[in-house]
């Protein structure tokens, strides 16, 4: 978190709150998962959180709800204010397109379209025109240092390049909340080092990253660990918050009204 978004958060209504949140896939049948158990979470704005457990503990399953891509069996999840489940289909899908920036893990890049092609994708046809279009791809693509690359199709691109252009592409509406599913998992670790490095400058303007990881050392980049262990969530007191001090102690100095109430 940065100093800014520590002094913001006192008043700020976290930008993901979940209550209670479960899931239990086909319920009541004999392949019955319970893959999600009361999870109460709150994240606010220029947070750099890390959610990390072992397979089949349930990350993928949170990070779905959270990022609006299926629905709570019991609980409720409001997002950046908003409780979810008053949003209809259509509505969902503004409130994904406006607030959520996916990152998929293997980048979902489309093959035959170049690198500014593939992060003006989200923009919608119908809504920008194809010159404001180009320009905002051009600056997403600056942004993650591939300026040069905009014309290159994926495989033309390292793996890190590829990366980066999922990043782009996920930040193109500028939403607040940046999700990541094993963004590095597919990549060296020099190239992984220069992913989290743009993960923290992002954190650094005020965005919300959220990155599941398996590895324990790229989660100690976040400012807050998660645990998933068997659809529970836990807040892990380890390595992770161990060089941050300053920032912690000011956090706690200074708890928002949400931490009374938990
Ligand atoms: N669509 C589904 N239908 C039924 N069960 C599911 C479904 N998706 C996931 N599960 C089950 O729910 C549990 C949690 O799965 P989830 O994908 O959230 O795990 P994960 O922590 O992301 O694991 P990994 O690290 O392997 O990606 C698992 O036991 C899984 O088998
Ligand atoms: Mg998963």
């Given amino acids: 978190m940065s100093a800014a978004a520590a002094d913001a958060r006192a008043d700020a209504v976290p930008v993901i709150e979940t ?11 004999q392949a019955e998962v319970v893959a999600l158990k009361d999870v109460d979470m ?21 990070m779905n709800l959270i990022g609006c891509l299926d629905t709570p069996s019991s609980g409720s999840y409001r997002c950046d204010g908003i409780d979810v489940s008053t949003l209809d289909a259509e509505m969902l899908a503004e409130l994904r397109r406006d607030k959520i920036g996916f990152v998929f893990q293997g980048f979902n890049l489309l093959p035959r379209m170049s690198a500014l092609e593939n992060v003006a994708m989200p923009l919608g046809y119908a809504q920008v025109p194809v010159q404001e279009r180009s320009a905002r791809a051009q600056a997403a693509l600056a942004a993650v240092g591939l300026a040069e690359r905009a014309s290159h199709r994926p495989n033309e691109l390292s793996g890190g390049q590829q990366q980066r252009v999922a990043i782009a592409r996920a930040l193109i509406n500028q939403p607040p909340i940046l999700l990541a599913d094993e963004p590095t998992g597919a990549l060296d670790s020099k190239t992984g080092e220069e992913i989290l490095a743009l993960f ?50 000011a956090a706690a100095a200074t708890p928002g009204p949400e931490e009374s109430t938990s």
């Fill in 200 to 249: 923290k400058r992002l954190r650094d303007d005020n965005h919300t990253v959220i990155l599941i990881t398996h590895d324990a050392e790229v989660a100690a980049h976040a400012d807050r660990i998660l645990v998933m262990r068997d659809g529970e969530l836990h807040e892990e007191q380890g390595p992770g918050t161990r060089d941050r001090g300053p920032v912690e102690t």
């Fill in 19 to 29: 209550r209670g949140l479960g899931k239990v896939y086909s319920p009541g049948s």
């Fill in 42 to 62: 709150r994240i606010h704005r220029g947070d750099f959180v890390a959610i990390m457990g072992p397979s089949g503990s349930g990350k993928s399953t949170l």
